[in-house]
Nanobody
Framework: VQLQASGGGVVQAGGSLRLSCAAS????????LGWFRQAPGKEREIVAA????????LYGDSVKGRFTISRDNAKNTVYLQMNSLKSEDTAVYYC????????????????????WGQGTLVTVSS
């Protein structure tokens, strides 16, 4: 599986962006896709994750109510809609995929993912 993230850019605080993560190869029912972010000097943190088959989702505490993860099975693509952006959302955003089933809560841990895409930079100006 190869992952291609896109959609990053510069946006003013309060604005919106939508990130895309296109997956090559077949996305099977037990796959899960996650978005992580990493700001300079900080650890990589979970933003959101989604089960490919069931669509169940989880979110990092700092983005709940502002960000929405979704998937398009036909396009093998996962989206991250980011609204009400804040300066603290500035980071490099990465998408990742896990090929086998794991409890949903475990998807918060970047070490459980098998594949990673390149990052896309999101800069929120205040």
């Amino acid at each position: 599986v190869q992952l291609q993230a896109s959609g990053g850019g510069v946006v003013q605080a309060g604005g919106s962006l939508r990130l895309s993560c296109a997956a090559s190869g077949d996305m099977l029912f037990n796959y899960a896709l996650g978005w992580f972010r990493q700001a300079p000097g900080k650890e990589r943190e979970i933003v959101a994750a989604i089960r490919w088959g069931t669509g169940r989702t989880l979110y990092g505490d700092s983005v709940k109510g502002r960000f929405t993860i979704s998937r398009d099975n036909a396009k093998n693509t996962v989206y991250l809609q980011m609204n009400s952006l804040k300066s603290e959302d500035t980071a490099v955003y990465y998408c990742a995929a896990r090929a086998t089933r794991v409890v949903l809560s475990a998807l918060r841990d970047p070490s459980v993912y098998d594949y990673w895409g390149q990052g896309t930079l999101v800069t929120v100006s205040s």
